[in-house]
């Protein structure tokens, strides 16, 4: 004989099953509908645009007279140092000067390898340079997030004698240089991580209750490399010259350093893939693009008034997280953002931030990156790992 629930209790049942109902349906619309601050037509323009390059006619220019060019190079004051430049003669008139379109001076050592011999700069400059072209020019894919582990930590495992799993790391930091790390009191956390990245060469001696000692990656951009063939041996290692050493390239014409650099690191020194570098350059437009149109109200085809179009550039701080992404399970970000009062480089003077940056954009990212990593475009399919910022 079936019983009948009493009142009460059917009627609690009932608000239950309500309640569930409500419940599942705030997750289903949670997860199904874009955010609400994002207009599908207005995404539609901002991918258009973040995905045009103004400098891109120029790039292949400069290619074009670099891969074209001839190799000078002489020794002066008793053979101290050296002088090598490319240089190219345009038109047939031989009255007509010659272009320099790169060169670097660089003191010279005995029983030193650097530079390498004459005869292999020019051809060595060339293969490096095409293969970066070829793949800068190349189609975005998808899958080049999940690239870098091939490409960066391989490279790096092998150097340091292990065998590489084809696994991330499990813990990164990467250290910017802010100002805010003064008194952070991080450095033992830092080091704590099994793979810490520092920026731009930043100054460890001295700050390590802060900022750490550990290093296991120096990324730079190709600007440092230029500024270090000015040493002897090109010594670029700040961190001790068993650390490698990731670079981006800024100009084509800096190939000509890392092939003169490349001769005397014992380290790897490695080129970011130009398919990688792009992907980070159309995710900083789109966001600065969107900036811009929130802000003002106006159109994003507008942005240019505001912006140099041909030297926007996202910032190396940007880019080393993103390579993180791509080769650890979980993230710690240190010294990225700004309070009043801070210095702007924690072991610098500097004071004012570079124009062809928009890192209130690249601060967007991040929150997007942490929160709700779906909505950033141009990462379709891949799996963005926990990322925890540190102030």
């Not at 010659?98 to 650097?114: D, E, F, G, N």
């Not at 790390?181 to 991580?193: K, P, R, V, Y």
Request: charged share 20%; aromatic share 10%.
């Amino acid at each position: 004989m079936k019983r009948s629930l009493p009142l009460p209790l059917l009627f609690l049942f009932l608000l239950a099953c309500l309640a569930f109902r409500s419940a599942l349906t705030r997750s289903f619309h949670y997860q199904s509908n874009p955010p609400r601050d994002r207009n599908i037509h207005l995404d539609a323009t901002l991918l258009s645009l973040s995905s045009h390059d103004p400098a891109d006619s120029s790039l292949r220019t400069d290619i074009s007279d670099l891969l074209q060019a001839s190799l000078e190079s002489f020794d002066t004051i008793g053979g101290k140092f050296r002088t090598i430049s490319l240089w190219r003669r345009i038109g047939s008139d031989d009255t007509v000067r010659p272009r320099s379109l790169a060169r670097i001076r660089l003191p010279v050592r005995a029983q030193t390898h650097y530079p390498p011999d004459r005869q292999l700069i020019l051809p060595l400059f060339r293969h490096s340079l095409v293969t970066w072209a070829r793949s800068h020019h190349a189609e975005l894919p998808y899958s080049i997030m999940s690239e870098l582990i091939q490409r960066i930590k391989r490279p790096i495992e092998i150097f340091n004698g292990r065998r590489d799993s084809g696994e991330p790391y499990g813990t990164c930091a990467v250290v910017g240089n802010s100002g805010i790390l003064l008194g952070s009191n991080h450095g033992e956390f830092i080091n704590s991580h099994q793979f810490v990245i520092r920026l731009n060469n930043a100054r460890v001696v001295g700050y390590e209750r802060d900022v750490g000692s550990k290093t296991s990656l120096s990324f730079v951009n190709s600007n440092i490399l230029h500024l270090c063939t000015r040493r002897v041996g090109c010594h670029c290692h700040p961190y001790g010259e068993n650390v490698p050493i990731a670079m981006y390239m800024c100009q084509p014409r800096h190939f000509l350093d890392y092939v003169v650099c490349n001769s005397s690191h014992k380290a790897p020194l490695l080129i970011t893939d130009p398919r990688f570098d792009n992907l980070c350059a159309q995710i900083t437009k789109y966001y600065s693009l969107k900036r811009f149109a929130d802000l003002t109200g106006l159109s994003p085809t507008r942005w240019n008034e505001t912006h140099d179009a041909t030297t926007f550039h996202y910032s190396s701080g940007f880019q080393a997280v993103m390579l993180a992404l791509g080769i650890c399970k979980r993230v710690s970000v240190f010294g990225f953002g700004k309070i009043k009062g801070a210095k702007h480089h924690y072991y610098t003077n500097q004071k004012a931030e570079l124009n062809l940056h928009d890192y209130e954009a690249e601060y967007m990212i991040y929150r997007d990156l942490i929160k709700q990593p779906e909505v950033i475009p141009f990462l379709s399919g891949f799996q963005v790992p926990p990322l925890v910022f540190y102030y």
